[in-house]
């Protein structure tokens, strides 16, 4: 049968199969905005309907195996939301539902946002990308003192100061405050000099929020509701643990038993770096963001900023075998700022991924195309991440493999989780964020 978008989450729960119509898309760009991507080509419309028709199958697969305690997901396409789709539960215990305004925790999406808001208060004169750390914060050292008196903003939204990846994470989740862990930054040894090579930092990233209460007197949370939450219409976006509890409808975190999904009690951990992990929000929050930063929003995000946001920077060579999918189509991967930028199949994608205990997100778009999809989950387990290359794999053409392992009739990879070993911490995030 075919359907509305909206009705999608309605068929799901009664064990129906749609597909998704492609007249039927929804325009979520205001009568203002226009398309900046003049020379944007365009796929061809069988391949799309197609696409978006096995996307959906994969999907319905996911959901009769259970792969996931819940999802929410959308393909946005010039503008419009041509694909959205939930997937199983907010709260697996209640049995609430996940909705398009389930509002998730975005993990290392955040990145995106914290690039964003100083690309803006550099077009305001604020700051620069080149801003020396030294010359904002009082408190900032590394253990080579002349390669911290080089060190700039930029360098921080880069993931290119120096530093072994993913520095002071596990002390992070083991309760050491933010503020107590980047005044040690010069206790570590760096493993190039900053600018150089490429480690993936969470709360060096943080910083940036220093960086911008110090120039502007104002706090980094306040200005990206104000200058990009509000203006986009993300009604349901928003920082920290608190306001992810009180939304209408959040999801919760999940892990696998033997029993189906259980729910637990969200971390503060990541939260505590806000500009690295500190945002939530819903599918349809996500879906405007998109929109965004494929260039529907001039208004807001200037194509100038994005142009220099979404620029290769330092190489990423670790990216091109992190996973069975980014071996078969990588050929190149770079970071850029608050966003990967990779050549998939020969063309380039923007991409982010993020991953905190109990949730993984996803976002990337082709910007010659201006095809991008989004990604939400609430549970612990691979299976989803890979339906994003599926759907990429087919808008370009290229051959379908099962990425996600969704259409073997093995059973899904979920297992009951480790007991936590006394004095152990779980680790709450991975280095593919």
């Not at 030294?134 to 911290?148: E, R, W």
């Not at 530093?163 to 002390?171: Q, S």
Request: charged letters at 20%.
């Amino acid at each position: 049968m075919q359907c509305h978008k909206f009705f999608l989450l309605i068929a799901g729960a009664l064990g129906l199969t749609c597909t998704p119509v492609w007249a039927s898309v929804v325009d979520a760009t205001p009568q203002a905005a226009v398309n900046v991507h003049d020379a944007t080509q365009l796929l061809p419309p069988a391949r799309v309907q197609s696409t978006l028709a096995d996307y959906q199958h994969w999907l319905d697969r996911l959901a009769e195996r259970n792969a996931v305690a819940g999802l929410a997901t959308a393909v946005v396409i010039d503008n419009k939301v041509v694909f959205e789709r939930t997937v199983g539960y907010a709260d697996a215990a209640s049995g609430e539902a996940v909705t398009p305004d389930t509002v998730f925790r975005l993990a290392s999406l955040s990145k995106a946002f914290a690039t964003a808001i100083t690309g803006l208060l550099v077009d305001d004169g604020k700051l620069s990308w080149d801003t020396k750390l030294v010359d904002v914060l009082p408190y900032f050292k590394l253990k080579d003192m002349q390669s911290a008196s080089e060190a700039t903003v930029s360098d921080i939204l880069g993931q290119r100061l120096g530093l072994p990846p993913n520095t002071y994470d596990n002390m992070l989740e083991g309760d050491i405050p933010y503020e107590e862990l980047v005044r040690k930054l010069d206790e570590v040894d760096l493993v190039c000099g900053v600018g150089q090579c490429y480690g993936y930092q969470n709360v060096a990233f943080g910083m940036i929020g220093d960086v911008v209460l110090a120039r502007t007197g104002d706090f980094f949370y306040r200005l990206v509701d104000k200058r990009i939450f509000y203006p986009l219409g993300m009604t349901t976006a928003s920082y920290g643990r608190a306001a992810l509890e009180s939304s209408q409808s959040w999801a919760r975190p999940h892990s696998a038993s033997s029993h189906g999904w259980v729910p637990f009690e969200p971390s503060e951990t990541y939260y505590r770096v806000a500009p690295a992990a500190g945002v939530n929000a819903s599918l349809h929050d996500m879906e405007k963001w998109l929109i965004a930063q494929m260039g529907g929003r001039p208004d807001v995000l200037p194509t100038s900023l994005l142009d220099v946001l979404h620029a290769p920077g330092i190489t990423t060579p670790s990216e091109l075998h992190a996973t069975p999918w980014r071996r078969a189509r990588l050929t190149d991967a770079h970071y850029a700022l608050g966003w990967r930028v990779y050549e998939y199949g020969g063309e380039t994608l923007i991409f982010h991924a993020g991953a905190v205990a109990g949730y993984r997100t996803m976002i990337g778009f082709f910007p010659k195309y201006h095809v991008g999809v989004v990604t939400l989950w609430n549970s612990t387990g691979p299976t989803p991440s890979g339906l994003m290359p599926m759907v990429f794999d087919g808008m370009l053409g290229l051959p379908h493999v099962d990425w996600a392992g969704i259409e073997s009739d093995a059973p899904p990879r979920t297992v009951a989780p480790k007991k936590k070993r006394k004095g152990k911490t779980r680790r709450q995030t991975d280095n593919q964020n």
